[in-house]
Every structure is written in C-alpha cells, then in structure tokens.
C-alpha cells in the first residue's frame, strides 16, 4: 500500500496571500496524483489530477506540481471561500489512498 | 447533472451488517464504462477507499477489508450497494459513493460524490 503524507496539518493564511500544500507518496506515483478539497459538512470536490489538471470549474489560482514522490499545491490569492480541508489521493496503485488532510485556516 | 446519493442504516450493533445503497439519477450506471465506489471517512483513519464496481460486475476491494466487503450493481434501479459484515466501533464512519472520473472502468479518481451518510456503530 503506498502511504501519502501531507505537511502541514494547519495553515494559516491571510485573505489574498498564497499558501503552499505538500503532498508525499512512500513510492513513487508518477503522474497518478490527484487534490481534493472538502469544506465543512459538504463531500470532497476534486480540484486536480493528473498532477496538475485542473478539474472542471476549479479557478486558476489553484495550481499543482512535482513529480514521482513529492508534489505541491499552490493557492494563489487565497479567498475566504477556499476555507476547507485538502487531501491528496494516489491512483497509481491499488488500495488507492488518501492523504491525512492539511486544513487552510483564514487569518 | 449526475446525482448520487446514499441511502441505508445510519445506526448498527456491533457484529451485525452495514449495508448502504447508492442511487445515481442523471446517468446510467451500466453505461459510459464509469466505475462505481465507496469511500468512507472516520477522524481516526481519515478517508479510506472501501472498493469499486466496474458496470460489468467486476469488483475489488480494500484488503484492509476485503473479507467483509460485497459491493454490488442493481442496474435495474440504478444503484449500486455496499454490504459491511461484522462491524465494529472501528466502522463508524461518513460513507460516500463516488464515480469515478474516467472512462476506464477502473478507479482512479473522483469526480461526483455522493452527499455522505454517517453510519454509527453501537449497541
């Protein structure tokens, strides 16, 4: 099972700053990595796959990167909506897993 | 649109089953060579894939799991379940039924979810 480890846990930005996500796989993935973001009480919305593939309707100030077993998500110009928890989820094997979640607090 | 939604026991004793059913309304679960899955979410394990079924039948499932885990399709209803046996404290969780977002008809990642049913387990 590949284990995915996201840092941090909390992060807290300020209206407008940018905020920096980081996702590590036990092995590599290669390009199999997908991000999630879950607001309080909803279901976990996919953002990106494919590394860096925008999902339908995500805005562009999100942004993925890396490679192999190290990838990033950058929020730009975080808004007060972007208040959620993100997870980072591996498919490039099987049991597919999840991240443990970095929570994005606003200042 | 496509629409899911769980349905099923939201409180079960330990030892007995869970069993959850997922309806998709907007689409057809026998076509487009989607595969169909479960995903739960507890604060202690965080979110853990339960398995998928492909629209022709084929199955996987979690080995963290996998002897006590049946998904099944019901095309004629246009739902797909999950049956749970033997719970546990270790199984109370919010279930999710996803699609996946591929055309594969293997999982990889997920594109509509389900809005979430939260199963207890307790006596």
């Known amino acids: 099972e590949i284990m995915m480890t996201q840092s941090p846990a909390i992060v807290s930005v300020s209206p407008g700053d940018g905020a920096t996500l980081s996702c590590r796989a036990s092995?590599?993935?290669?390009?199999?990595l997908a991000w999630y973001q879950q607001k309080p009480g909803q279901a976990p919305r996919l953002l990106i796959y494919?590394?860096?593939t925008r999902a339908t309707g995500v805005p562009d100030r999100f942004s993925g990167s890396g490679s192999g077993t190290d990838f990033t998500l950058t929020i730009n110009s975080l808004q007060s909506e972007d208040l959620a928890v993100y997870y980072c989820?591996?498919?490039?094997?099987?049991?597919?897993?999840f991240g443990g979640g970095t929570k994005v607090e606003i200042k | 649109q496509l629409h899911l939604q769980e349905s099923g026991s939201g409180l079960v004793k330990p030892s007995q089953t869970l069993s959850l059913t997922c309806t998709v309304s907007?689409?057809?679960?026998?076509?487009?060579?989607?595969?169909w899955n479960w995903i739960r979410q507890s604060p202690l394990k965080g979110l853990e894939w339960i398995g998928y079924?492909?629209?022709?039948?084929?199955?996987y499932y979690n080995p963290s799991l996998k002897s006590r885990v049946t998904i099944s399709l019901d095309v004629s209803k246009n739902q797909f379940s999950l049956t749970l046996t033997s719970v546990t404290a270790a199984d109370t969780a919010s279930y999710y039924c996803?699609?996946?977002?591929?055309?594969?008809?293997?999982?990889?990642?997920?594109?509509?979810w389900g809005l979430g049913t939260l199963v207890i387990v307790s006596s």
């Open positions: 079924i492909s629209q022709s039948g084929a199955t």
């Open positions: 989820q591996q498919y490039s094997g099987w049991p597919l897993t």
């Open positions: 996803a699609r996946d977002a591929t055309r594969s008809g293997y999982p990889y990642y997920f594109d509509h």
């Open positions: 494919g590394i860096f």
């Open positions: 907007g689409g057809f679960i026998n076509s487009g060579g989607y595969s």
């Open positions: 092995q590599s993935v290669n390009n199999n």
